[in-house]
T-cell receptor
Framework: EAEVAQSPRYKITEKSQAVAFWCDPISGHATLYWYRQILGQGPELLVQFQDESVVDDSQLPKDRFSAERLKGVDSTLKIQPAELGDSAMYLC?????????????FGPGTRLTVL | SQQGEEDPQALSIQEGENATMNCSYKTSINNLQWYRQNSGRGLVHLILIRSNEREKHSGRLRVTLDTSKKSSSLLITASRAADTASYFCATAVNQAGTALIFGKGTTLSVSS
């Protein structure tokens, strides 16, 4: 069964360092989402891509976060510099079409700890 | 911002019992979805109910939707230890392309 792949699964870094997360969605899924999930909370959308274009990045802290999906397939989320408050689970999801009218398929997530 | 609010925040039951968790939301929706998350893992889609549906079943899961009260409930019948997880409702508003908004979740613990 096709799955969303994410790496690394765990990342520990010191504040002010740069970190990057990678996501490979299910083949053929045009829409890719990055979510941040703080412990004890639900996921919150950071950015939504349709193919290689950003559909929604209104909640992405653009002073330190960047995301790209250059060829409309896999995607990278970067944080530079990392802050203590960035410690969270970063989840990638994909769906065949954009928006919330469809089921989303989630990867296992990357747990980030900033020291 | 989070539109959905699950209730209760935590629920502990014995194997074989039924588990009911509720979700309230604020604005009109296109659909409401329930997801499960095992500890430290990604989310798994359980069921999607559209705004013109009132009830939906999938195996041991039963979901109801009351758009007049802006609420939904998820019933898990004959719970098993493997059902131990966090359950999230997520709402999709009527504007096409707008992403899901997740609630804070209900943590279910099923003991044997």
């Amino acid at each position: 069964e096709a799955e969303v792949a994410q790496s690394p699964r765990y990342k520990i870094t010191e504040k002010s360092q740069a970190v990057a997360f990678w996501c490979d969605p299910i083949s053929g899924h045009a829409t890719l989402y990055w979510y941040r999930q703080i412990l004890g909370q639900g996921p919150e959308l950071l950015v939504q891509f349709q193919d290689e274009s950003v559909v929604d990045d209104s909640q992405l802290p653009k002073d330190r976060f960047s995301a790209e999906r250059l060829k409309g397939v896999d995607s990278t989320l970067k944080i530079q510099p990392a802050e203590l408050g960035d410690s969270a689970m970063y989840l990638c999801a994909s769906s065949p079409r954009t928006g919330g009218w469809n089921e989303q398929f989630f990867g296992p997530g990357t747990r980030l700890t900033v020291l | 911002s989070q539109q959905g609010e699950e209730d209760p925040q935590a629920l502990s039951i014995q194997e074989g019992e039924n588990a009911t968790m509720n979700c309230s939301y604020k604005t009109s929706i296109n659909n409401l979805q329930w997801y499960r998350q095992n500890s430290g893992r990604g989310l798994v889609h359980l069921i999607l109910i559209r705004s013109n549906e009132r009830e939906k079943h999938s195996g041991r899961l039963r979901v109801t939707l009351d758009t007049s009260k802006k609420s939904s409930s998820l019933l898990i019948t004959a719970s098993r230890a493997a059902d131990t997880a966090s359950y999230f409702c997520a709402t999709a508003v009527n504007q096409a392309g707008t992403a899901l908004i997740f609630g804070k979740g209900t943590t279910l613990s099923v003991s044997s």
